[in-house]
């Protein structure tokens, strides 16, 4: 089973983006649906997360700006990136956090120029 993440790019302050997450095969056992980022010299963090119950929650730092959503049948996660800032600037992970373990996708780049 893979994970690939698109939908990042360069985009200006304030600006939106909407990160797409698709699975390649069928995932048993989920217990929560994450988006991670990395920026650069920094460790990898935890930015918004979604539970099979559909509970969301979000860290401080996106929370009012970003939403994450997943479709019904759970293959695919979104995260809509809303008032985007320069420290916003990262590769952008979806994660999905099973009974056995993790699965992460590849990483999408997101640009936030000032």
């Known amino acids: 089973v893979q994970l690939q993440a698109s939908g990042g790019g360069l985009v200006q302050a304030g600006g939106s983006l909407r990160l797409s997450c698709v699975t390649s095969?069928?995932?048993?056992?989920?217990?929560?649906m994450r988006w991670y980022r990395q920026a650069p010299g920094k460790e990898r963090e935890w930015v918004a997360a979604?539970?099979?119950?559909?509970?969301?929650d979000y860290a401080d730092s996106v929370k009012g700006r970003f939403t994450i959503s997943r479709d019904r049948d759970k293959k695919k996660i979104y995260l809509q990136m809303k008032t985007l800032e320069p420290e916003d600037t990262a590769v952008y992970y979806c994660?999905?956090?099973?009974?056995?373990?993790?699965?992460w996708g590849q990483g999408t780049q997101v640009t936030v120029s000032s």
């Open positions: 095969g069928r995932i048993i056992g989920i217990k929560a």
């Open positions: 979604i539970l099979t119950s559909g509970s969301v």
């Open positions: 994660n999905i956090n099973t009974v056995y373990g993790n699965v």
